[in-house]
């Protein structure tokens, strides 16, 4: 899977939103509430006509969450740390705006229609200025799948700018899968969401201008995924680094790379100088990439040792429980008691590799 497996929802009962909505779609199909309390129909004909009920569902509202400025272009959105649940209806990946002289640009369009549709609420209290562009920093769906509220909003022209490869593996299989697992994480709060591919692919050190702001793509291998796209809002000395750093919380590396991390970091710091790095994940900060890079060698290191010295994979992860680097995350870090085990058994894997 391409997020830390979060726990499993808890059976909830659907809120007095959803149920409305439900209500609401059998009777644009001309039922009413009998059909609802009685299952419809029994057999094949009845699972067919569900489904196709199911289409028509849409989620309840997010809560408003009050956007917070950064600089004098860049406002947050800040997503508290967590993994998708149907207490939190999904919002667990931050969304950045840039308010420009042309209208606004948006870094990352959340999890869901819904919470696209959040983002939109509170960009305008901020400005009445449209949403001219969105960018996607990869193909995890807690940064994309908001694309369809944005889409639906300001048209379906609206360019939606991505690396290629991050494009293609939303078309591909990631789109789908990603829609189906929030729905599936929130029991159905995020019901309603479509895919909406990014249709405006990118290149590495492409310059981008909005009227008063100077956007930069910065990608520099692979990372947390083989396709990272970083922007750098050049006036403001603010770079949206996506999920290749969180602040406080264990990054999935299923489809990345530890050595990759910390190549991508160095690379980063050339290109941009100091920045406030800004995550999808925790609070922004000028030291991120060099804090988490911290705990990430906590994990890597200790697994090159352990191949270098021809140990096993119980005593590799030994060591790294006992690294200080890791170890002072062990009691604060979000997903740390349930995923360390598997980003120890990535960090040893990738290390055989590098050793042969």
């Known amino acids: 899977m391409t997020l830390p497996q979060p726990p499993a929802p808890r059976p909830a009962a659907p809120s007095n939103t959803t149920v409305a909505s439900r209500r609401m779609a059998l009777r644009r199909l001309g039922l009413g509430a009998g059909a609802l309390g009685l299952g419809l129909?029994?057999?094949?004909?009845?699972?067919?006509?569900?489904?196709?009920?199911?289409?028509?569902?849409v989620g309840p509202p997010v809560a408003d969450v009050a956007p917070r400025q950064l600089s004098p272009h860049v406002w947050l959105i800040y997503a508290r740390d967590g993994f998708p649940t149907p207490e939190n209806r999904g919002l667990m990946a931050s969304v950045v705006f840039v308010v420009t002289s042309v209208g606004v640009v948006v870094l990352?369009?959340?999890?869901?229609?819904q919470i696209g549709e959040m983002a939109i609420r509170m960009i305008r209290t901020v400005t009445p200025k449209p949403v001219v562009a969105v960018f996607n920093s990869h193909y995890h769906g807690d940064h994309w799948l908001g694309n369809h509220a944005f889409a639906q909003t300001f048209g379906a022209d609206l360019p939606i700018h991505a690396l290629p490869n991050t494009i293609a593996q939303i078309r591909g299989t990631e789109g789908s899968t990603w829609r189906s697992l929030m729905e599936r994480w929130t029991n159905q709060a995020t019901a309603g969401t479509e895919v909406v591919v990014p249709n405006r692919p990118v290149t590495p050190g492409e310059r981008l201008r909005f009227g008063d702001v100077t956007l930069v793509m910065h990608h520099h291998g692979t990372a947390h995924t083989p396709s990272d796209l970083c922007v750098q809002v050049v006036e403001d000395g603010i770079t949206h680094v996506g999920d290749i750093a969180m602040t406080n919380r264990i990054?999935?590396?299923?489809?990345?790379?530890?050595?990759?991390?910390f190549k991508y970091y160095a690379a980063m710091?050339?290109?941009?100088?100091?920045?406030?790095?800004?995550?999808?994940?925790?609070?922004?900060g000028r030291d991120l990439l060099e804090t988490y890079g911290r705990f990430l060698a906590g994990i890597w290191e200790p697994c090159v040792q352990a191949v270098k010295e021809g140990r096993d994979l119980a005593s590799a992860k030994a060591l790294v429980l006992r690294d200080p680097r890791v170890a002072?995350?062990?009691?604060t870090m979000?997903?740390?008691?349930?995923?360390?085990?598997?980003?120890?058994?990535?960090?040893?894997l990738e290390a055989e590799k590098e050793a042969f």
């Open 251 to 261: 990054a999935n590396l299923d489809d990345g790379s530890y050595p990759g991390t």
């Open 41 to 57: 129909v029994a057999g094949p004909e009845g699972a067919l006509f569900a489904a196709q009920v199911g289409d028509f569902l």
């Open 108 to 113: 990352d369009s959340g999890a869901s229609l």
């Open 269 to 284: 710091q050339a290109a941009t100088g100091t920045q406030l790095w800004v995550p999808g994940h925790g609070e922004p």
């Open 334 to 348: 979000a997903g740390f008691d349930t995923n360390i085990g598997k980003y120890v058994s990535l960090a040893y």
């Open 328 to 331: 002072v995350r062990g009691t």
